[in-house]
């Protein structure tokens, strides 16, 4: 769920980049994974990212972890580690809200970082790890989240403004979604 970039052409890997703007999540439920973001206040994230990992972990311990359902599909691994650079950007970007007024957030194509990165080569324990590592990181910063500050605000740079309290709802959507994409 990338920053929109512009128009989707398939990347070297084979997938085309998702550039929508998945924020509607934030207003209605997701009818593909069926996440209720409303339902879902900060203090609420730390233990849902927590409860995800033993989730992931199974999910890259599978025997076809590498392999993709479709060309044009991630593999479980290549949504791992998306999920893992997921929890440090929502991270980074939770610290930017709640240390400076209104911060602008910078630009983070998921689509590049995947084939620059090289997703589909990493190693799945590797991966299972910094997870775990990164997944424990951003769950303690959003269980930190002082009271009152819920509604402290950041943006993206295609004008999308986000308090405490919906970055939290539209970053665990991310999370949830993406296991429902593995079916894990």
Known sequence: MTDPTGPAAAQPDGIVPDTKDWTWVLA?????C?????????ADVGPAVRESLPRWRAALARPDVAARPRPDVWS????AAHVRDVF???DERLGLMLTQDDPAFENWDQDVTAVEAGYGRQGPAAVADELDVAGHMV????DAVPAGQEERTGRRSNGSVFTVRTLGQYFLHDVVHHLHDVRA
């Open 139 to 142: 769950a303690a910063s959003f």
């Open 76 to 79: 479980t691994l290549e949504y």
């Open 28 to 32: 209605r439920p997701c009818p593909e």
């Open 34 to 42: 069926g996440f209720v973001a409303a339902d879902v206040e900060p």
């Open 88 to 90: 440090r950007v929502f």
